[in-house]
C-alpha cells in the first residue's frame, strides 16, 4: 500500500506556473506508474498526465499537452508536475494517484490510491 500527500498549490495569475508535489510513503514507489488528475466544481475528474516507474515514459491529456510536465524522483519518493501558462480554466482540486497496472492509463477508475489533493486556482 502507498499514502500519497499533495502540496504546491496556490493562487496564481493567468499565465503564471505552479508545481506541484506528491509525496509517497510505504515501500515501493518506483514500482508504481502515477498519474495527476484534476477535478473542477461539478465537473468529473479528469486525467492530465502519467508517468511510468522509471520516469521514461509520459502520457497527457490533451487539455493540457505542452503545457505540463511530469516527472518523478524515485530516491525521493516523490512526484512532480509542473504547470506552465496557467489559464483560468486550469482551476481545480489537483490529485495524484498510483497505479499498479503495466501501461500506462487515463481512466481515474483503474487507478488504486490516492491522495487527498491540493488546490490550483487561476485568476484572470
Known amino acids: 500500500q502507498v499514502q500519497l500527500v499533495e502540496s504546491g498549490g496556490g493562487l496564481v495569475q493567468a499565465g503564471g506556473s505552479l508545481r506541484l508535489s506528491c509525496t509517497a510513503s510505504g515501500r515501493a514507489f518506483s514500482t508504481y506508474n502515477m498519474g495527476w488528475f484534476r477535478q473542477a466544481p461539478e465537473k468529473e475528474r479528469e486525467f492530465v498526465a502519467a508517468?511510468?516507474?522509471?520516469?521514461?515514459?509520459?502520457y497527457y491529456g490533451n487539455s493540457v499537452k505542452g503545457r505540463v510536465t511530469i516527472s518523478r524522483d524515485n530516491a525521493k519518493n516523490t512526484l512532480y508536475l509542473q504547470m506552465n501558462s496557467l489559464k483560468p480554466e486550469d482551476t481545480a482540486v489537483y490529485y495524484c494517484?498510483?497505479?499498479?497496472?503495466?501501461?500506462?492509463?487515463?481512466?481515474?477508475?483503474?487507478?488504486?490510491?490516492w491522495g487527498q489533493g491540493t488546490q490550483v486556482t487561476v485568476s484572470a
Open positions: 508517468i511510468g516507474g522509471s520516469g521514461t515514459n509520459t
Open positions: 494517484a498510483a497505479d499498479r497496472a503495466a501501461a500506462l492509463r487515463s481512466s481515474a477508475s483503474a487507478y488504486d490510491y
